[in-house]
């Protein structure tokens, strides 16, 4: 007979996704064990088990999750009847906001993607070029003359983009709401003073 889900197995899921993304972030990929995230969750090692037959399927899970709800998140935001500088300045702030809370995410996408097989890492970079892409076709309807013919000039654009928005992450992760649209505002003035000058 097969084993029945427990009521709560997409919470307890959900938390031990939470804890692994801290204990990744701090004690490395690498480093961490199984029972060092079981002690973290507060549950048996194998209880883990149950949830992740391995740390590699738990890294995975983790960064799918993460990355495929930032994906949906930022591109679905509803844009399309806004002018091209206002749906800029939508998905910059909403990509801040994403941000918030997901430091520990964010750094094992950075610094553990690495460590998964290929197939896996292709189907997470293309949740990251999907957001890639749609930035990309912002900044471009705001000057498309600028762009006419130079991807590799709307590649630096869009990516100084996602640049600002990154060191952002990097040296402000604790930001609450407020102090994050404030500087969503900043990159969106930047970009939008700077792309027709280009």
Known sequence: MARTIAKDHDQKREQILTNAAKVFATEGFDRASMAMLARECGISKANIYHYYDSKDALLFDLLETYLRELRDRICGIEIANLAP????????????????GADHEHQVQI????????????????????????????????APDVFDGQPEKLRSATMSVFGMLNWY???NSGAGSAAREEYATLVSNLTLGGVPKL
């Open 85 to 100: 500088e206002e749906k800029l300045r939508h998905v910059v702030a909403e990509t801040l906001l994403a941000y918030q």
């Open 169 to 171: 992450y990097m040296w």
């Open 111 to 142: 610094g553990s993607m690495s460590a998964l097989p290929e197939d896996q890492q292709k189907l997470l970079r293309g949740y990251q070029r999907d957001m890639v892409v749609f930035v990309r076709d912002i900044v471009q309807s705001i």
